[in-house]
């Protein structure tokens, strides 16, 4: 491991710049040689040179680290614990260690790699997500919580960590994931853990197993007051009302929790009929974001509602119009936000108000009331230090109570009125939740953390993987965890199980020791370095590659369904594609006369398209008797890139298609996701010319829907050479590449909008036709009209492999404007008829999709 430190130059060159490059500022103050008063001197200079004076607990905290102490950060948010987390760095730089800095989500984990490079500079700072690799050598990694787990399962004490920051310590207790933030406790006993969270709850028992392990002095910082006090208020009149009054005290910008997207659009919507946003403000709105492109149907919505004031924040969205969110709060031209609770996991959206719509969500299984931990995470997001003196909590009462009060309040004092009040009450389902539990939850603190350990293949591999006493280092990991006595008999009963499975599938070996010791349990295969780090069924993906035939006219696609199994199941699409299905199977057997009973029965078998789903399943069989690991993985057959292709869409297309414009930033997620696995994981002699097209396309649609994905994919692995970060691209982010630039993924979108008029020529889709090709003279009308020549000849117009091939399309490439001819694919074979267009190349730039336009439809060979 290597710091790389700046020259004297660079130190210069900072401070004449009025301190820009904060790493040489940072590094050049730090000691050659640790000393505890020098290292903290050196930090605490640093931050004052950044304008930054420490509060109490920073100070306390830092100083524990630099004295060699663990530190236990459970202070509110808004105390800046992620300036403390650099100076722990910093001290474990100046000791020659290598610490890791991990969080629970990628996005965090990237958030934080990019802001950490920008204090100690590109060279010393690296990041593994599971999808990056980036400098994996640096001092300093950040990484999720699982990436590190893994890393300490496998190398055990040797593992070459001295200092581990883990953020977001409260997920120690999420069922399915608190494994990975339990296990390094419980492995690295050499380590220097800094735990950081702002909704811990008692950490006094976690203080004395931390200093037990690690044979170091754990320091707890908590109970520090926020320096932006939380006012809190429960409010019984109708929402718009609440927010209203909100805006006229100056409590804005108002962050609008609900507990789905769909509710938090609607609110949005809603909002509209209030004045929001003065003239003056709006036309301020207006004028930043000009030149900004509302690309996609909900960006349309989302415009209109920014336009007035209002911001829309969730999960859902497209990276990009986030962003613009943000950076327009950060501003303060957005004076409410309707989001979902996702604002609980360090979104940065700078708000004074904080109004819950409910106190209950649904957790996945059942309607509950929030616990104390999540409604602190939520509400702890009010108040702004260094704008705000303070911060406000406003809980909504239930609607039906709050009309209930109305109507007594419209009562008076009238004793017949009130007599004649029929109260509303709850809706059915309704979980129950009032002022009361609201009170509760202000008053109450964090839940004690509670451990959640499992036991899993690739746990047992990575233990057997140190070549040790495996048996004993096992035991020893799950009886010194923190699970009661009998979850970890239940989890060695586990364990010993799947070592009878790898022992079946002969990848361990039991041998023999000299002297009659106890038998060593050894791998007899090599398990990969990033084993369990990286997409986990690769390599099953590269094993099924070989099966397919490359002569097969369905060769490509079946490529990416093998490539679309491995990923994770982006449910939206899934449950749209099943919602269609069903709709055309219950047509289907209508027809057929089948009787209802019969007909909810085989329902229930139709879901969404799962291409090669038997091979696939059939091949994860076998794979598994000799890779038995790969249990604990799931694999996941579906057609999403594969749909979206042969459909001949574009990304708007399938949204709207599939009316999925509330989550369409999950679907261009799947889509990047996609491309990076079949970029990555199909070996280069297995890629065709058609697939190489395929994925050009799909990197290039991705780009053009929202470039801040792939755009920040490159620069972590190919980092700028100045080693500088991605910058802040601004309100308005800049245009993606031009569109025309990538002739191999354009020629794909020409071919595609082409054989998409085709499918809906022989679907006889006219009026679909007709939206398309209106503008260009071929309306409806005109083109069954056109068709009719067509079909007069010909009884059916194909659609298979060939119909769609690039055989079948001519292109004459124009500078400006390109001419093109598809090819009608009729049963004779005489490929008479077609479609002759052209395509604006210009146009297409600016818009980001191929744009076409229809010249004619007829018999005629020629291209335009």
């Known amino acids: 491991m290597t710091v790389t430190l700046p020259d004297a130059a660079d130190s210069d060159d900072a401070v004449a710049s009025g301190g820009k490059d904060e790493s040489a500022s940072l590094l050049s103050l730090l000691p050659e040689k640790f000393d505890e008063d020098t290292v903290f001197s050196a930090f605490e200079t640093w931050a004052s040179s950044r304008g930054i004076t420490l509060y109490p607990a920073q100070e306390e905290a830092v100083i524990e680290i630099v004295s060699g102490a663990n530190v236990i950060l459970s202070t509110p948010t808004g105390t800046g614990k992620s300036l403390v987390a650099i100076g722990a760095h910093a001290a474990a730089i100046v000791r020659g260690q290598r610490s890791y800095y991990t969080a629970p989500i990628k996005a965090l984990v990237s958030e934080k790699f990019f802001a950490l490079v920008d204090v100690f500079g590109a060279a010393n700072v690296g990041m593994v997500t599971g999808d990056s690799s980036v400098n994996p050598d640096a001092p300093i990694i950040c990484c999720t919580a699982e990436i590190l787990a893994n890393l300490a399962l496998r190398h055990g004490a040797d593992t070459d960590v001295g200092q581990v920051v883990m953020d977001e310590f409260h997920f120690y207790s999420d069922p399915e994931r608190g494994w990975a933030w339990q296990v390094p406790l419980l492995t690295l006993p050499g380590v220097q853990f800094v735990l950081m969270s702002a909704t811990l709850g008692d950490v ?325 370095p990033n084993f369990a780090l990286n997409q986990p069924l690769s390599p099953f993906a590269l094993a099924v590659f070989d099966l397919l035939d490359e002569d097969s006219e369905t060769y490509v696609l079946d490529m990416i369904s093998v490539v679309e199994s491995t990923l994770e199941n982006p449910r939206p699409v899934l449950s749209a594609q099943q919602f269609l299905a069903r709709g055309e199977a219950v047509a289907s057997m209508k027809s057929e006369g089948i009787e209802y009973e019969q007909r909810m029965e085989l329902l229930e078998q139709v879901t969404w398209p799962m291409p090669l789903e038997q091979l696939l399943g059939e091949a994860f069989e076998v794979y598994s008797a000799s890779q038995p690991w790969i249990g604990d993985f799931e694999l996941k057959p579906k057609s999403v890139v594969r749909d979206l292709y042969e459909r001949a869409m574009t990304f708007g297309d399938f949204i709207n298609f599939y009316k999925l414009s509330r989550s369409e930033g999950l679907v261009l997620r799947y889509l990047s996701d996609a491309f990076r696995a079949a970029r990555q994981t199909i070996p280069d002699e297995a890629k065709t010319e058609e697939l190489h097209d395929l994925i050009e396309w799909l990197g290039e649609l991705v780009r053009q829907v929202d470039s801040s994905l792939l755009d920040e994919w490159e620069e972590l692995i190919n980092p700028s050479d100045d080693g500088a970060s991605v910058e802040n691209p601004g309100i308005v982010p800049p245009a993606p ?88 694919d009729d049963p004779a074979g005489d490929h008479d008829f077609g479609i002759s267009a052209t395509v604006d190349l210009a146009e297409s730039n600016e818009q980001g999709v191929a744009v076409v336009r229809v010249v004619s439809i007829d018999n005629s060979p020629r291209v335009s």
């Open 737 to 824: 590449r031009l569109l025309t630039s990538n002739t191999r993924a354009f020629r794909i979108l020409v071919r595609n909008e082409m054989f998409r008029r085709v499918q809906l020529a022989a679907l006889e889709n006219y009026e679909a036709l007709g939206e398309l090709d209106a503008a260009a003279g071929f309306d409806a009308d005109a083109w069954a009209r056109a068709m009719d020549d067509y079909f007069d000849e010909h009884d059916e117009l194909l659609t298979g492999a060939d119909a769609r091939s690039a055989a079948m399309l001519i292109i004459d490439e124009r500078p400006g404007e390109w001419s093109v001819r598809q090819i009608f």
């Open 204 to 528: 006094t028992w976690l203080a004395k197993d931390l200093t037990a392990r690690t044979d170091r002095e754990t320091a707890v910082v908590t109970g520090v007051e926020r320096p932006v006090p939380l006012h809190y208020y429960y409010a019984t009149t109708p929402v718009q009302e609440t927010v209203e009054e909100l805006l006229e005290t100056h409590q804005a910008p108002v962050y609008i929790v609900h507990f789905s997207q769909l509710a938090a659009l609607e609110r949005a919507q809603a909002l509209t009929s209030i004045r929001v946003a003065t003239r003056e403000q709006r036309d301020e709105i207006a004028e930043v974001i000009g030149g900004f492109r509302f690309t996609t149907a909900f960006g349309k919505t989302l415009n209109r509602l920014i336009r007035s004031g209002i911001g829309v924040h969730h999960a859902g969205m497209l990276p990009k119009y986030r962003r613009l969110v943000e950076q327009l709060a950060q501003q303060g031209l957005l004076r409410v936000i309707c989001g979902t609770d996702t604002l609980g996991v360090g979104i940065n959206v700078p708000i004074r108000t904080v109004l819950l719509t409910a106190l209950t969500k649904f957790d996945g299984v059942r309607m509950r009331q929030l616990n104390a931990r999540e409604f602190h995470q939520i509400a702890g997001r009010a108040g702004r230090a260094g704008y705000d003196t303070a911060g406000t909590v406003v809980v909504q009462a239930p609607e039906h109570e709050t009309e209930n009060l109305k109507a007594i309040a419209k009562a008076g004092d009238d004793p017949k009125k009130k007599r004649k009040i029929v109260k509303k009450r709850a809706p059915e389902g309704f979980v129950s939740w009032g002022e009361p539990s609201f009170l509760r939850l202000v008053d109450a603190e964090p839940e004690t953390l509670s451990s959640s350990m499992q036991v899993s293949h690739s746990m047992v591999l990575n233990v057997i993987a140190r070549e040790g006493d495996a048996f004993t280092e096992f035991r020893q990991l799950i009886e010194t965890s923190h699970e009661p006595r009998a979850k970890q008999l239940a989890h060695l009963r586990q364990a010993l199980a799947i070592y009878r499975t790898l022992r079946t599938a002969e990848v361990v070996t039991q041998v023999p020791q000299p002297g009659g010791g106890p038998d060593r349990i050894r791998l007899t295969v090599d398990l990969q």
